[in-house]
């Protein structure tokens, strides 16, 4: 069955450090999101991909964290640097189209220290 | 804002009465509803997706209803087990704008 990938599961780092996570969606999915989620909360939409494109990005903090989909298939989110509020677990998801059903990957948990 | 409301937090069950889960939405300008499951430290696991034209889908022992005018979605879980333990969070895609709005989520424990 098909799943969204993601890498590192885990990642710990000291702030003002730089990560990056990886995220390879569902074979032919156009659509990609990256996701946060802090502890006890729902995820919330950081930046939505439509193939290599930013459809939104307006929840983005912009002077930390970036994302990139060049070639509109798998996709990495950035952060630097880290500061101690990031720590959260990072969920990508794809559908085929932006208003499908969408599929979530196993997340990567961050810790800040 | 479109927010998305699930109570309670968190619930416990003995195994094999039935589960009974309910989320409300406040625009009914909604595309279609999502629930997933979610264990500890893992992602979201896809269980039903409802589309606003229909009232309710059903997989195994699971069946999910819509009802727009009350802005309520319910997820019924019939004769709970322990594996059937998580958080389950109910999301919300709206018409205006294609974004899912997540609830907090209900943790459910099934006691053996």
């Known amino acids: 069955e098909a799943e969204v990938a993601q890498s590192p599961r885990y990642k710990i780092t000291e702030k003002s450090q730089a990560v990056a996570f990886w995220c390879d969606p569902i074979s032919g999915h156009a659509t990609l999101y990256w996701y946060r989620q802090i502890l006890g909360q729902g995820p919330e939409l950081l930046v939505q991909f439509q193939d290599e494109s930013v459809v939104d990005d307006s929840q983005l903090p912009k002077d930390r964290f970036s994302a990139e989909r060049l070639k509109g298939v798998d996709s990495t989110l950035k952060i630097q640097p880290a500061e101690l509020g990031d720590s959260a677990m990072y969920l990508c998801?794809?559908?085929?189209?932006?208003?499908?059903?969408?599929?979530f990957g196993p997340g990567t948990r961050l810790t800040v220290l | 804002k479109q927010e998305v409301t699930q109570i309670p937090a968190a619930l416990s069950v003995p195994e094999g009465e039935n589960l009974v889960l309910n989320c409300s939405f406040t625009d009914s300008a909604i595309y279609n509803l999502q629930w997933f499951r979610q264990d500890p430290g893992k992602g979201l696991t896809s269980l039903l997706l409802i589309q606003s034209s229909q009232r309710e889908q059903t997989s195994g022992r699971l069946n999910a209803s819509l009802d727009k005018s009350s802005g309520r979605s319910t997820l019924y879980i019939a004769a709970s087990q322990p594996g059937d333990s998580a958080t389950y969070l109910c999301a919300a895609l709206y018409s205006n704008d294609y974004k899912l709005s997540f609830g907090a989520g209900t943790t459910v424990t099934v006691r053996a």
């Open positions: 998801a794809s559908s085929f189209e932006g208003y499908n059903e969408q599929f």
